[in-house]
């Protein structure tokens, strides 16, 4: 494996760690921005990594040139990596704060959320709220967040080899 892929692996995930750790601790989970933005922001955010990861091994490694299927192993080892470390992460995340997840779905945030809703009315309220909360786990939470990531930076990956390719001039 290419070091240099490792090292923005590792930078990466540690930089979403501590982004999420700053949502997760400072109370923002439960607030527009970090229940619905903050982790598209995270998984937005992999694409500069990854072109600096092909940038770097094509121009310092390999004098300026690199093949497509480099420039995708590359790309791919800092997917890979980041998608392991963050779903540990995300799961044990998740699995630290289910009681807060229990008590939002018990809150007069929530409560106020459904009520907004004319199909909730419908279903009835305790049995919403009594659902959602069977339904935690950090098992479909981890993949409720690894699935999307995966998504859009297999996609990046493959864009950013095919742009930042260079074969030698003949």
């Known amino acids: 494996m290419n070091k240099k892929a490792l090292t923005i692996a590792f930078i990466y995930t540690i930089l979403v760690i501590v982004y999420k750790l700053i949502i997760w601790q400072g109370g923002y989970t439960f607030t527009n921005f ?6 598209i922001i995270s998984v937005l955010s992999i694409i500069p990594f990854l072109i600096i990861a092909i940038k770097w ?44 997840y229990v008590d939002y779905y018990k809150s007069e945030q929530y409560m106020s959320y459904l009520i907004k809703d004319p199909k909730a009315k419908e279903l009835g309220y305790d ?44």
Do not use: W
């Open 57 to 100: 091994v094509r121009d310092k490694e390999q004098g300026g040139i690199i093949s497509g299927r480099d420039a995708m192993r590359m790309a791919l080892i800092v997917v890979g990596i980041s998608a392991i470390v963050l779903s540990v992460y995300n799961y044990f995340e998740f699995k630290f704060s289910m009681d807060s």
């Open 34 to 39: 970090g229940f619905k933005y903050s982790h």
């Open 127 to 170: 049995k919403i709220i009594e659902f959602q909360i069977s339904q935690l786990s950090p098992f479909k939470a981890t993949t409720g967040k690894l699935f999307p990531f995966l998504l859009l930076s297999l996609s990046a990956s493959f864009i950013c080899a095919v742009f930042l390719k260079k074969n030698p001039a003949r």
